[in-house]
């Protein structure tokens, strides 16, 4: 059952391209001049910049998951009680 809920679930999420027009940065690459002089960090800040919209979107998606998960745990710990409830009613009336 979880499965399911996952499979159906991942197929409605779509993910948008890395970089489309709406999901990257306002940010300008700096130039070569500059980029000599600048610290490795400011190019690992500016890729980490770019891919942030996809890791939310990794982290929204995992979220979702872990709900639907939790979801189904419920669903299935309902289940077993009543199950468990229908064949006490049953075993009592083979008792008696």
Not at 16 to 22: K, V
Not at 40 to 55: A, C
Not at 68 to 88: D, G, H, M, P, V
Request: net charge neutral; hydrophobic share 35%.
């Amino acid at each position: 059952m979880i499965s399911t809920i996952l499979r159906n679930d991942s197929i409605s999420i779509s993910s948008p391209p890395l970089l489309s027009p709406q999901n990257t940065p306002d940010i300008q690459p700096t130039s070569s001049e500059t980029s000599s002089n600048c610290p490795p960090t400011h190019s690992i800040n500016f890729l980490f910049l770019l891919n942030l919209p996809r890791i939310q979107q990794i982290f929204q998606q995992q979220t979702e998951n872990v709900f639907l998960i939790n979801q189904a745990i419920i669903t299935e710990k309902n289940a077993i009680a009543s199950a468990q409830k229908q064949f006490r009613k049953i075993s009592e009336g083979i008792n008696m």
